[in-house]
């Protein structure tokens, strides 16, 4: 039996090692990341809430969807950390870009991820929907 300490290090290091290998836009490598069934939800009324279920739903629909309005050599990440206990991981980061009509976008973000079995299991996002909606999808 995996003790509370070595399964919050282990989601932890999953959860830091998807969001390293996000900056590099390598879609291949970040399918590894997660399970077959992985939910990831993003609350709101916009476009693109609801949940997206598994990694092909989430990295070639939704993901494709939000950066369709950004131009691609604008997009930045600033990750800020992460707070684990157990199968729980909570991230933080910013993301910024400038929208295809040239308008600056700002978003801070957070997300819990679920790690089962050295997979993500379940992300669910939070950020200002608001700002999304009036950058990105008005």
């Known amino acids: 039996m995996t003790s509370t300490a070595a399964l919050t290090e282990q ?9 390293e290998t ?7 490598a970040l399918r590894g990341f997660f399970a ?4 990831w939800t993003l609350a709101g009324d916009l476009p693109v809430s609801g949940t997206w ?14 950066a369709a309005k950004l131009v691609p050599e604008s997009m930045e990440l600033e990750f800020h950390g992460v707070i684990a206990e157990g199968e729980r ?5 910013d993301t910024r870009g400038t ?19 050295g997979r ?5 996002e939070h950020f200002d ?4 909606q009036q950058i990105l999808f008005s």
């Open 11 to 19: 989601s932890k290091a999953v959860v830091l090692n998807y969001m």
């Open 120 to 124: 993500i299991a379940a992300v669910r």
């Open 99 to 117: 929208t295809l009509d040239g308008r600056a976008y700002q978003q801070h973000c957070l997300a819990v991820f679920t790690v089962r079995d």
């Open 36 to 39: 077959a069934d992985t939910t």
């Open 22 to 28: 996000l900056t590099t836009g390598d879609f291949d």
């Open 53 to 66: 279920t598994g990694p092909e739903e989430i990295l070639d629909v939704f993901v494709p969807k939000v």
């Open 89 to 93: 991981v909570l991230a933080e980061w």
């Open 129 to 132: 929907t608001l700002h999304a």
